[in-house]
């Protein structure tokens, strides 16, 4: 299955939930399971099949104030992209797995799209990608303004 994730980094609250999502339900690969014991951190991160090595940083919020304000982003959620080369294949198997779809299917000029919902409440794009259109990339981290 070939997709790609557009923003790469998603606060979780519990990360065995999570870890069991994405793997499990949307068939990610668990590419790293860290945890750091002098901070009290643990890293995580996944990738869906295909995606030439862009991954999706499960981070938890160190404080709730930290949860909020990033759960307040895009209007109270948090808006990630998930590109595929076949949706109606992913679209059936995510909808049998129990993947809540929020926005039914509809044609746009650049393939099929929908909108499904993780555990934690974020909306995901499920992207019909046409095979000559490129795989979108992340904008790169270089430390500018914000």
Same mark, same amino acid.
């Given at each position: ?74 209007? =109270?959620? %948090?808006?990630? +992209? ?7 294949? #992913?679209?059936? $198997?995510?909808? !049998? &797995? ?12 650049? =393939?099929? %799209?929908?909108? +499904? ?7 995901? #794009?499920?992207? $019909?990608?046409? !095979? &000559? ?14």
């Amino acid at each position: 299955m070939k997709q790609a994730i557009l923003h790469v980094n998603l606060v979780v609250r519990d990360y065995d939930e999570a870890i069991d999502f994405y793997c499990n339900k949307l068939h990610f690969n668990l590419v790293e399971d860290t945890y750091q014991p002098e901070q009290d951190k643990r890293w995580v991160l996944v990738a869906p099949p295909g995606s030439g090595g862009t991954c999706l940083l499960l981070a938890r919020a160190s404080t709730p104030e930290q949860e909020a304000f990033i759960g307040n982003q895009a209007g =109270g959620r %948090v808006f990630l +992209f998930l590109g595929t080369d076949d949706f109606w294949r #992913d679209y059936h $198997e995510m909808s !049998a &797995a129990g993947i809540r779809f929020v926005r039914e299917p509809k044609k746009a000029p650049y =393939g099929t %799209v929908s909108v +499904f919902e993780d555990l934690y409440g974020n909306l995901w #794009d499920l992207v $019909e990608l046409k !095979a &000559a259109q490129p795989l979108a990339e992340a904008p790169p981290q270089n430390g500018g303004a914000r």
